[in-house]
């Protein structure tokens, strides 16, 4: 197995980290690391092909009915019904939902006490009865609370899987806080949420790796989909920090493609219900054509060599893993949530986490040392901070490890992981067409945030969304030649 061998920024093996000038950070939503690559390796006795082992399922993973039986983790393949909105409504995905989730109670245990990972098929029971009266969520029809031990195999899969094998393979990253996506995002571009831990907080004032990127003269941007990115009005520090661009995809594209991609890149899905963020009960189909799309721009580019790519999920969304996540997790401050006397000193569930770069040997499975720190979303900012010499944020990204060596090889590899592998296609547009997205509701929340007059720097704003960001030129009405009238002769 590839491990890590040191902890925190001061990790002694930095791999080939020094040959990367570009790491690309693409976030997708809500699903945990055994619903999309628990079965990576089943068929191989969760042993990789270059012999490292692997912690996925062995199928006998199971969760109480609540009822009396037990419900077993089964296979998600090409030709489940809906397989590509499963699970068919959205899981509870807070702090509350998460604890339920884990120990069958919504308030935390004593620090310390090992998850049992119990609570899914019960906590997906209450979501179920709740939303199916709410006419403001959606629920596939025919869903039932069992759908949550639902994983996929890696023929649902392809783009996702190929790049798992193909490359490294977290089995062991967590997310950073155990709740739902804001403060899961804002630890990964802060290394702190200020506190809280959930979406109700759409604004974080703490300083950046955009802002602290800007001050050591490197270069950055944020890029959405198909409009302005969520991230770039959600810190403030944004709207001033030098060196850097906001975009979409398309300015993503163009950029991999002439060689002129920033130090570092943040690549968000589309937000909306019918788009490709992944998100409960989204087409993750449409995902796999955003991870392969991304994947294909960054490949065929001239700076592919010199490129590490992240590709990892926010938050676990109330899918269903086995691994209980790691308490000892460092406060990134004295910040505690007050709701919960939470200090932050616990991780969320795994998520899904490849790491790839053609510096990165095939079949690796990537994590650090037993009994250390693990990999969560904050090892993203020390890796940054290690590859071009920054600062730590916050204590939590100081002692998280970074992931430079996994990069083994000196040469860069030419080989194209996802030749022959056909992107699936889901074939309708869900059970959430024509509902607004949670994530869309804050993106239009947010007012774009601006420099103000006289600020010495602000990011630029590159074409692909100069273009819808413009306000409509006005039109000038065509003058109209009255009609003359003939007065009416008064007698």
Known sequence: ????????????????????????????????????????????????????????????????????????????????????????????????????????????????TPAPMTGFVTDYAYTLGWQSKDPGWSVLPGTTASEIMGCYTPAALPVLSALAAGYAVCDHWFASVPTETMPNRAFTCAGTSMGQVDDNTKKFSA??????????????????????????????????????????????????????????????????????????????????????????????????????????YDEHGGCFDHVPPPWGATPPDSAVEAAYNFTFNRFGVRVPTVLISPLIAPGTVYRVPAGSTPLDHTSVLATVEQRWGLQPLTARDAAAPAFGSVLTLAAPRTDDVLAGVTVPVAGSAGPSAGLTSHLEEIRQQLPASTAPPGAPSAPAILPALARISAPATPTTPTPTTPTPTTPTPTP
């Open 207 to 312: 300083p950046s790796v955009f802002g602290a990127l800007g001050k050591a003269g490197q270069t950055w941007a944020i890029y959405g989909y198909t409009q302005r990115p969520l991230t770039a009005d959600t810190f403030t520090d944004v709207a001033t920090a030098s060196g850097g661009a906001i975009g979409l995809f398309t300015d993503f594209q163009a950029a991999a493609a002439a060689g002129t991609l920033p130090d570092y890149a943040f690549l968000e899905p589309s937000w909306q219900s019918t788009g490709n963020s992944q998100h409960p009960n989204y087409d993750v189909a449409l995902g796999e054509q955003l991870i392969h799309d991304v994947y294909e721009a960054l490949r065929s580019g001239p700076g592919w060599g010199q490129t590490l790519f992240v590709l990892t």
């Open 1 to 112: 197995m590839s491990e890590d061998t040191g902890n925190g920024n001061a990790t002694t093996a930095l791999g080939n980290l020094a040959a990367i000038n570009h790491i690309v950070v693409l976030m997708l939503e809500n699903r945990s690391f055994d619903h999309m690559l628990g079965y990576l390796y089943a068929a191989e006795g969760n042993v990789s092909p270059s012999g490292q082992p692997f912690e996925g399922l062995t199928g006998a993973e199971q969760n109480p009915d609540g009822k009396g039986g037990t419900v077993g983790v089964y296979q998600i393949t090409p030709s489940t019904p809906n397989a590509y909105f499963m699970p068919g409504a959205d899981p509870g995905e807070g702090y509350k939902a998460t604890n339920s989730q884990l120990w069958g109670s919504t308030t935390a245990p004593s620090t310390g």
